[in-house]
C-alpha cells in the first residue's frame, strides 16, 4: 500500500513558513519521500501501517491550508506515468520487503 500526501500551506508570514516547513520535516521523518515540492510517497507492508501513518500526519498537520492523503494500492501505483519535459520516466518502485535502518 502506498500513502501519498500531498499539501497545500500558506507561506504568507514567517510563522506560516515555519509551520510548513516543520511539516515537510515531520513527512520525511516519518521515512516520506519528496515526489514533487509538495507531493510525498511512502510504501507501507500494510493497510494498518497506512492507516497508522495517515493518522499521526492528520494530527501534525498545520492548523491552516490544506493537506490531502490518498492511499494507492501495489497494482494502482504501478500504472502511474512520470514524465520529465515530455519523456517519459521510469517508474517509482517500491522498496524490498526488508528495509535496516
Not at 500513502?3 to 504568507?12: E, S
Not at 516520506?32 to 509538495?38: A, E, P, T, V
Not at 492528520?58 to 497494482?75: K, N, Y
Amino acid at each position: 500500500m502506498w500513502l501519498i500526501t500531498m499539501f497545500d500551506l500558506p507561506v504568507g508570514t514567517p510563522t506560516e513558513r515555519r509551520r510548513a516547513n516543520r511539516f515537510r520535516k515531520f513527512l520525511m521523518d516519518e521515512g516520506m519521500g519528496m515526489k514533487q515540492f509538495s507531493v510525498y510517497q511512502k510504501y507501507y507492508q500494510s493497510r494498518a501501517q497506512a492507516e497508522a501513518a495517515a493518522e499521526r500526519i492528520g494530527r501534525a498537520a498545520p492548523p491552516h491550508g490544506q493537506v490531502t492523503i490518498v492511499f494507492i494500492t501495489d497494482r494502482q501505483f504501478g500504472m502511474i506515468r512520470n514524465y520529465s519535459g515530455r519523456t517519459e520516466s521510469e517508474p517509482d518502485e517500491k522498496p524490498s520487503q526488508l528495509a535496516l535502518f
